[in-house]
């Protein structure tokens, strides 16, 4: 693995480099070698991308801050791009942040997967993506598996700002599944029956996706030191079909009522 | 619209104008008039990325072959970014498709959202977004949710393969839900209670993505042509909390006990 981020490094070294890899493929050096498929792609697109280790608590601080402009998916590639293109260069310095902010809210609002965990999911494969490699228990899928189940399993926000940007709130809950929709009604009720657009839900989320930020950082600086492995496998080859490993929140007689409280 | 695209185009003309841009970049000489933060961006990260008008047939084609290989969100990926790469060139051909493939079974294998959905989005970000606008109401957020609630509305699948590659199928089901794990189930069952590692079910998600990556194409080609308009609000803002728009899905006395019946 440490072979291959070398060999990539030297042969993209900044953007004169990048530059030098555009070049060489369209002069078709390379194309001898490949797949009719693979020529119609650059070097980016063959190879994982370079990662160096970063520091969790910037990747909280930043996207927390994130959080503000344009919320969940965008604060954790914040996060975590932002280090990257200081630490690293290209390709992270092309990688367009904002074009992904959509996933926010579950998925354009849909409260389907928490966008933080999108956001944290799209750096893993960008760096830990192996091109020969099957996707059934390759490490983007395994990785990102791990830090689902964390975030279904962990008392959340943790990460507390030096002086809040919105509010100050009290909650922490453990959501039992990445769907937004969940977790994030089961904090605003544990906060007191806040509003999904009140400033205590907004701040809440911020701070959430600091701490998946943070969490997502110490994972990828484990794999890069050679020490990461998974813990778990994903649900649907323990399941026999894909799920969340929340069944009861759905498939019991005790699933509360569609709540009609308003947004103050 | 159509002037940012040509400005864009011009910049970058194929890949000499790529490397262009990355050593226009790295030369500052469009530093002075950018924000600290945009010093950090290559020109790839500062604009939405060229599209041309596509065939939603070869997207369909292109998508359910390439399931069999990386499964839905890389199959969905595959149908628009494939044909991106021969229409336009570059920064398509530096996009690393596989490195998005994690996201199939709902992110993970979690069956949150239909990695379909994600294959679409992805693109649609790369496309409409725009570097100023609020992500609320702002078109990449509005077309995904649009295509959302197609998918949970319509009957699917409704691909027919020249030749099937794995087995025939017969049922095809309205998800009622962007839901990964809603949407598949519901179909297992209809087509007769079959296994989530069968052939069938394979065979289903590989039509499945092929209808998607078509919808897409067909939703982006209208948004090229310059008639493009949302149907509806995302669910956030109508229901005042992220949400599926299935409520008694989960939210109902009458959900079925978890199943418990095994795969062949």
Same mark, same amino acid.
């Given at each position: 693995?440490?072979?291959?981020?070398?060999?990539?490094?030297?042969?993209?070294?900044?953007?004169?480099?990048?530059?030098?890899?555009?070049?060489?493929?369209?002069?078709?050096?390379?194309?001898?070698?490949?797949?009719?498929?693979?020529?119609?792609?650059?070097?980016?697109?063959?190879?994982?991308?370079?990662?160096?280790?970063?520091?969790?608590?910037?990747?909280?601080?930043?996207?927390?801050?994130?959080?503000?402009?344009?919320?969940?998916?965008?604060?954790?590639?914040?996060?975590?791009?932002?280090?990257?293109?200081?630490?690293?260069?290209?390709?992270?310095?092309?990688?367009?942040?904002?074009?992904?902010?959509?996933?926010?809210?579950?998925?354009?609002?849909?409260?389907?997967?928490?966008?933080?965990?999108?956001? %944290?999911?799209?750096?893993?494969? =960008?760096? #830990? @993506?192996?091109?020969?490699?099957?996707? $059934?228990?390759?490490? &983007?899928?395994? /990785?990102?598996?791990?830090?689902?189940?964390?975030?279904?399993?962990?008392?959340?926000?943790?990460?507390?700002?030096?002086?809040?940007?919105?509010?100050?709130?009290?909650?922490?809950?453990?959501?039992?599944?990445?769907?937004?929709?969940?977790?994030?009604?089961?904090?605003?009720?544990?906060?007191?029956?806040?509003?999904?657009?009140?400033?205590?839900?907004?701040?809440?989320?911020?701070?959430?996706?600091?701490?998946?930020? %943070?969490?997502?950082?110490?994972? =990828?600086? #484990? @794999?890069?030191?050679?020490?990461?492995? $998974?813990?778990?496998? &994903?649900?649907? /080859?323990?399941?026999?079909?894909?799920?969340?490993?929340?069944?009861?929140?759905?498939?019991?007689?005790?699933?509360?009522?569609?709540?009609?409280?308003?947004?103050?």
């Amino acid at each position: 693995m440490d072979g291959r981020r070398i060999s990539r490094r030297a042969f993209l070294a900044g953007s004169t480099g990048f530059a030098l890899g555009m070049a060489v493929g369209s002069m078709g050096l390379l194309a001898g070698c490949m797949k009719p498929e693979q020529k119609k792609q650059s070097a980016l697109a063959r190879e994982p991308w370079e990662y160096q280790k970063l520091s969790p608590n910037k990747a909280a601080r930043l996207a927390y801050e994130a959080y503000f402009d344009n919320y969940c998916t965008y604060s954790v590639l914040k996060g975590i791009v932002e280090q990257l293109r200081d630490r690293v260069g290209e390709p992270w310095v092309s990688f367009p942040m904002k074009a992904f902010a959509q996933f926010h809210g579950g998925v354009a609002g849909w409260g389907t997967v928490c966008g933080t965990l999108i956001g %944290a999911s799209i750096p893993i494969g =960008l760096v #830990t @993506w192996e091109p020969e490699a099957d996707v $059934y228990f390759e490490t &983007p899928e395994l /990785m990102t598996s791990d830090i689902m189940r964390w975030y279904a399993n962990t008392k959340l926000p943790q990460f507390k700002p030096e002086k809040p940007l919105r509010t100050e709130i009290k909650a922490s809950t453990v959501a039992g599944t990445p769907l937004c929709h969940i977790s994030v009604n089961r904090w605003m009720k544990a906060e007191g029956d806040v509003g999904f657009f009140s400033d205590y839900r907004v701040e809440r989320c911020a701070r959430l996706a600091a701490d998946v930020a %943070a969490k997502t950082v110490e994972v =990828l600086n #484990t @794999w890069r030191d050679g020490n990461w492995n $998974y813990i778990m496998m &994903p649900p649907y /080859m323990i399941y026999e079909t894909t799920c969340q490993e929340n069944c009861r929140d759905c498939h019991s007689d005790s699933v509360p009522k569609v709540p009609t409280k308003g947004n103050p």
